[in-house]
């Protein structure tokens, strides 16, 4: 049978998204059916027969962005803003995969427990069976109440549900009754996170260390507040005291995200620190957002830049569990490739990003397919890859 091979050419730079072996050695990626399958220099490849062939004209190559933290509804439109095509907009932030922390602006969500399975169960299947513009969503994470019995982890996740949203936007808000649901989700394979800092809007309600502690979710969703952040004694103690994933959103205390980058780096724990948006939020849609936390977390935290990356490729795939994110063999062929920024001071994309400045996108690659060419948002770069 034929198979779908890609080959991309001269590329000047790979990111690995390996944050202890941030930059691989190597012009030329090959992959075979969506996955990775060899890369390193074109000479030592097997390179014959391609299906797509991209020339990057020496533009850098990473593992597709990863934004932890979204809150989808349906297709490609929010209404919580009232737009569309936010998530077509994201991919042209250089993000491939991006994570449901809760389809909590549905208009009449239903807090009932039927109710509230069926649209995490529906959700996850209209998210699986349509991505917009090739985006891979995971979506279908049901927002704990009180009410659930250790039979509705199940039943969630024998329907494919494999995520819980934010603990904490539902009505269950003391940390003994959240432990136990996250330890039925946990028992059945789904993966919890957290609403860490005050409320977000009317109605939603604070949660402090203590609590996020006690819950024990796998992620601390929002560690730097969405919006408001704790203060800074019980930002520390969780990264202290945790083993999870601390999440640094867009939509939060970007002060209190370099304090958790500046924490994370003394106690030996950046591979612990992953991305998201928090988006479409208050603040609303920000289809550059996991693009500028690295460049703030880069300039401002004193981050080299391809470990910055890491935080929104690597790390996540680790954290979360995720079949991309990362060039490793037989890994999801999810790659955003970009240069560094027209008139951006700085040497290299590198240099450029830690002085604080966008990269340019020029292509985004889903499961070996080229999903976007030239970003339409974000500065355009010197140089651009083609399909040849
Ligand atoms: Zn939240």
Redesign the pocket.
């Given at each position: 049978m034929a198979v779908d091979k890609l080959v991309i050419k001269n590329i000047g730079l790979i990111l690995s998204g390996d944050i202890d072996k941030p930059i691989f050695e190597g012009d030329c990626m090959v992959a075979i059916d969506g996955k990775i399958s060899s890369w390193g220099n074109a000479k030592d490849l097997d390179t014959e027969d391609a299906t797509i062939t991209v020339d990057a004209h020496g533009v850098t190559l990473a593992p597709g962005l990863i934004d932890s933290h979204i809150h989808p509804v349906v297709g490609d439109y929010t209404p919580r803003q009232q737009q569309l095509n936010w998530i077509d907009s994201t991919l042209h932030g250089g993000v491939t995969t991006m994570i449901s922390?809760g389809e909590v602006h549905m208009p009449g969500r239903p807090k009932d427990v039927v109710g509230l399975k069926a649209l995490a169960i529906a959700s996850q299947r209209w998210y699986e069976n349509f991505r917009p513009s090739g985006m891979k969503v995971h979506a279908g994470a049901p927002v704990i109440e009180h009410g659930m019995v250790e039979e509705d982890f199940k039943e969630l996740a024998n329907s494919g549900v494999k995520l819980l949203g934010?603990v904490g936007?539902g009505t269950v808000k003391d940390g003994k009754t959240a432990k136990q649901m996250v330890d039925w989700a946990r028992k059945y394979g789904m993966q919890s996170t957290i609403?860490t800092g005050g409320p977000?809007i009317p109605g939603s309600g604070l949660i402090d260390a203590d609590m996020v502690m006690e819950t024990g979710t796998d992620v601390i969703?929002?560690i730097n507040g969405?919006h408001s952040a704790l203060p800074d004694d019980q930002i520390i103690c969780l990264c202290e005291s945790c083993k999870s994933a601390f999440e640094i959103v867009h939509n939060g205390n970007e002060r209190a995200g370099i304090l958790v980058v500046n924490t994370a780096r003394e106690l030996g724990k950046l591979d612990q620190v992953i991305l998201g948006t928090?988006g479409p939020a208050g603040s609303g849609v920000q289809p550059l957002g996991i693009l500028r936390m690295v460049a703030m977390l880069s300039s401002l935290g004193n981050v080299p830049a391809e470990i910055a990356f890491c935080f929104a490729n690597g790390n996540t795939s680790r954290q979360r569990e995720l079949d991309t994110g990362i060039i490793e063999a037989g890994k999801c062929a999810d790659f955003v490739l970009m240069d560094q920024a027209q008139h951006a001071p700085g040497k290299s994309i590198l240099e450029s990003v830690q002085l604080g400045n966008l990269p340019g996108v020029g292509m985004t690659i889903i499961d070996g397919k080229v999903t976007s060419t030239r970003s339409r948002n974000t500065p355009p770069a010197d140089r651009l890859p083609e399909v040849i």
């Amino acid at each position: 049978m034929a198979v779908d091979k890609l080959v991309i050419k001269n590329i000047g730079l790979i990111l690995s998204g390996d944050i202890d072996k941030p930059i691989f050695e190597g012009d030329c990626m090959v992959a075979i059916d969506g996955k990775i399958s060899s890369w390193g220099n074109a000479k030592d490849l097997d390179t014959e027969d391609a299906t797509i062939t991209v020339d990057a004209h020496g533009v850098t190559l990473a593992p597709g962005l990863i934004d932890s933290h979204i809150h989808p509804v349906v297709g490609d439109y929010t209404p919580r803003q009232q737009q569309l095509n936010w998530i077509d907009s994201t991919l042209h932030g250089g993000v491939t995969t991006m994570i449901s922390a809760g389809e909590v602006h549905m208009p009449g969500r239903p807090k009932d427990v039927v109710g509230l399975k069926a649209l995490a169960i529906a959700s996850q299947r209209w998210y699986e069976n349509f991505r917009p513009s090739g985006m891979k969503v995971h979506a279908g994470a049901p927002v704990i109440e009180h009410g659930m019995v250790e039979e509705d982890f199940k039943e969630l996740a024998n329907s494919g549900v494999k995520l819980l949203g934010e603990v904490g936007l539902g009505t269950v808000k003391d940390g003994k009754t959240a432990k136990q649901m996250v330890d039925w989700a946990r028992k059945y394979g789904m993966q919890s996170t957290i609403h860490t800092g005050g409320p977000s809007i009317p109605g939603s309600g604070l949660i402090d260390a203590d609590m996020v502690m006690e819950t024990g979710t796998d992620v601390i969703g929002h560690i730097n507040g969405g919006h408001s952040a704790l203060p800074d004694d019980q930002i520390i103690c969780l990264c202290e005291s945790c083993k999870s994933a601390f999440e640094i959103v867009h939509n939060g205390n970007e002060r209190a995200g370099i304090l958790v980058v500046n924490t994370a780096r003394e106690l030996g724990k950046l591979d612990q620190v992953i991305l998201g948006t928090d988006g479409p939020a208050g603040s609303g849609v920000q289809p550059l957002g996991i693009l500028r936390m690295v460049a703030m977390l880069s300039s401002l935290g004193n981050v080299p830049a391809e470990i910055a990356f890491c935080f929104a490729n690597g790390n996540t795939s680790r954290q979360r569990e995720l079949d991309t994110g990362i060039i490793e063999a037989g890994k999801c062929a999810d790659f955003v490739l970009m240069d560094q920024a027209q008139h951006a001071p700085g040497k290299s994309i590198l240099e450029s990003v830690q002085l604080g400045n966008l990269p340019g996108v020029g292509m985004t690659i889903i499961d070996g397919k080229v999903t976007s060419t030239r970003s339409r948002n974000t500065p355009p770069a010197d140089r651009l890859p083609e399909v040849i």
